[in-house]
């Protein structure tokens, strides 16, 4: 550890941000902390599905069909997009699709993940 200290004394952190070892060390565990985050097994699967939930609720209370959804965005099949809205096969739309999807329904992409 004392050689890391050298190093950033050396290297004019020390001097420029004036921090002292202890210091250093607590910063270091706090970033440490930050960086070590765990994610339970399902946590962004219920992500994904719940954003896709919300689109199929926003897209029925519209009106719009998921083949029309689907070729207003781009996608060339509706059984594909059926595939994406039902998070089927873990597929799940990305940020290209959830920007076009809230054009075409005329929602801020917020709205999907509320």
Same mark, same amino acid.
């Given at each position: 550890?004392?050689?890391?200290? /050298? #190093?950033? /004394?050396? *290297?004019?952190i020390y001097?420029?941000f004036? =921090?002292?070892?202890?210091?250093?060390?607590k910063?270091?565990?706090?970033?440490?902390?930050?960086l070590n985050v765990?994610?339970?097994?399902?946590e962004?699967?219920d992500f994904?599905? !719940? =954003?896709?939930?919300? #689109? !199929?609720?926003?897209r029925?209370?519209?009106g =719009?069909?998921?083949? *029309?959804?689907a070729?207003g =965005?781009?996608? *060339?099949?509706?059984g594909?997009?059926?595939? /994406?809205?039902?998070?089927k *096969?873990? !597929?799940?739309?990305n940020?290209?699709?959830?920007?076009?999807?809230?054009?075409?329904?005329?929602?801020?992409?917020c709205?999907f993940?509320?």
């Amino acid at each position: 550890m004392k050689e890391l200290f /050298y #190093i950033l /004394y050396k *290297n004019s952190i020390y001097r420029v941000f004036k =921090i002292n070892l202890a210091l250093f060390l607590k910063l270091k565990k706090v970033l440490k902390t930050m960086l070590n985050v765990e994610f339970k097994s399902d946590e962004v699967s219920d992500f994904h599905l !719940k =954003i896709s939930q919300n #689109i !199929k609720r926003i897209r029925k209370q519209a009106g =719009i069909t998921q083949l *029309n959804l689907a070729v207003g =965005i781009g996608i *060339n099949s509706s059984g594909s997009y059926s595939d /994406y809205e039902n998070y089927k *096969n873990s !597929k799940k739309f990305n940020l290209d699709h959830l920007y076009k999807i809230a054009k075409v329904l005329e929602v801020d992409v917020c709205e999907f993940f509320i």
